[in-house]
């Protein structure tokens, strides 16, 4: 009876140094992780693009060459803060592919009232099609319009909480340049007359990050944690 109450006492002892043990591994990764440096890989651009810059037509569009290349994986945030001239002005962002100038995606957005929005791509095979079309309230200046990219999920593009497309499929898209134009006819009054746009670029390889192998570190520590007091509650 004495050696079975040891035993039961070692056992205890010994799962309890087990368990102690694991937590301290995981906590140890915390600390670790958040002190290490950001993610090598990561890419950052900031735009902002005057009211001028807009007031041209497409075949003279107003072209920036970003420092950075930002590939498959990028988020893009879009703050239109421009005062439109011009009732039928837009202001038209075009994000190229950086293999040929015949692939890009399309951001345009109209002029008060009606803040006409659209999202459209051209490739080389296919042409120019427009995916998302809002004639009303497809857009405000107070929210941000998000385009991303990842080589899970495709083309997403969002107007704050809204979804304006959901994860298409473009075959991959390498952003190095862009291009802004919102007249539609040289002889159109000007479509802005003040104000700015901002652009801000980020990309990266998820993989490459500190934190990225976390979650699978804190699971298999977890995992050895439940096994070991499976099996002691089994022997008792």
């Known amino acids: 009876?004495?050696?079975?109450?040891?035993?039961?006492?070692?056992?205890?002892?010994?799962?309890s140094c087990i368990a102690i043990f694991v937590l301290l591994l995981i906590?140890?990764?915390?600390?670790?992780?958040?002190?290490?440096?950001?993610?090598?890989?990561?890419?950052?651009?900031?735009?902002?693009?005057?009211?001028?810059?807009?007031?041209?037509?497409?075949?003279?569009?107003?072209?920036?060459?970003?420092?950075?290349?930002?590939?498959?994986?990028?988020?893009?945030?879009?703050?239109?803060?421009?005062v439109y001239e011009n009732p039928n002005g837009t202001a038209v962002v075009r994000l190229y592919d950086i293999s040929s100038a015949e692939k890009f995606v399309e951001i345009g957005m109209g002029s008060q009232p009606d803040h006409k929005f659209w999202v459209a791509v051209n490739t080389p095979a296919d042409g120019y099609f427009v995916i998302k079309d809002e004639p009303t309230n497809g857009w405000s200046p107070d929210k941000v319009i998000t385009v991303q990219h990842s080589s899970n999920s495709g083309l997403s593009v969002t107007v704050g909480s809204?979804?304006?497309?959901?994860?298409?499929?473009?075959?991959?898209?390498?952003?190095?340049?862009?291009?802004v134009y919102?007249?539609?006819?040289?002889?159109?009054?000007?479509?802005?007359?003040?104000?700015?746009?901002?652009?801000?670029?980020?990309?990266?390889?998820?993989?490459?990050?500190?934190i990225f192998y976390m979650p699978m570190v804190v699971l298999a520590g977890t995992a050895v944690l439940i096994i070991v007091l499976v099996k002691t509650k089994k022997r008792n």
């Open 27 to 82: 906590i140890s990764f915390v600390p670790a992780y958040a002190q290490s440096p950001i993610n090598p890989s990561e890419r950052l651009d900031s735009v902002t693009v005057p009211f001028s810059a807009f007031n041209v037509v497409s075949h003279d569009a107003t072209v920036f060459n970003l420092e950075h290349e930002h590939a498959t994986n990028w988020l893009i945030e879009i703050q239109n803060k421009l």
């Open 162 to 179: 809204k979804t304006a497309v959901d994860e298409l499929d473009v075959n991959d898209l390498t952003i190095k340049t862009f291009s």
């Open 182 to 210: 919102g007249m539609g006819s040289t002889t159109d009054p000007p479509a802005t007359n003040s104000g700015n746009m901002t652009l801000n670029f980020l990309s990266g390889d998820p993989a490459k990050s500190p």
């Open 1 to 15: 009876m004495l050696n079975k109450f040891l035993l039961k006492i070692t056992l205890y002892s010994f799962t």
